[in-house]
């Protein structure tokens, strides 16, 4: 069984800083990607940002400049790292894997459990 267990989140001011860290575990041969979605009440789910294996990055417009994804591959860890944040920024954040159990295997996606973003003065 896969696991992706998130943590970081809580209350900060406008134009303070977090960082969410998203470690996956479990019967793994290779992850293909790890990133974050967000989702506000009354919204969608988007894509904040993604890393794949090779380090090639993404990143939602609305992100650029202020937020960073990496990724510690030999932990199967992926942090994302929250400056100058908004009220918008406001959000349950999920993370994401999108893994193989082996070379063979086709991918298959898994979802962290969420955790609670609060940006409020």
């Known amino acids: 069984q896969v696991q992706l267990v998130e943590s970081g989140g809580g209350l900060v001011q406008p134009g303070g800083s977090l960082r969410l860290s998203c470690a996956a575990s479990g019967s793994i041969s290779s992850i293909d990607a790890m990133g974050w979605f967000r989702q506000a009440p009354g919204n969608q789910r988007q894509l904040v940002a993604r890393v794949t294996s090779g380090g090639n990055t993404y990143y939602t417009d609305s992100v650029k400049g202020r937020f960073t994804i990496s990724r510690d591959n030999a932990k199967n860890t992926v942090y994302l790292q929250m400056n100058s944040l908004k009220p918008e920024d406001t959000a349950d954040y999920y993370c994401?894997?999108?893994?193989?159990?082996?070379?063979?295997?086709?991918?298959?996606?898994?979802w962290g459990q969420g955790t609670q973003v609060t940006v409020s003065s």
């Open positions: 994401n894997a999108v893994l193989r159990y082996d070379s063979g295997s086709p991918s298959f996606s898994y």
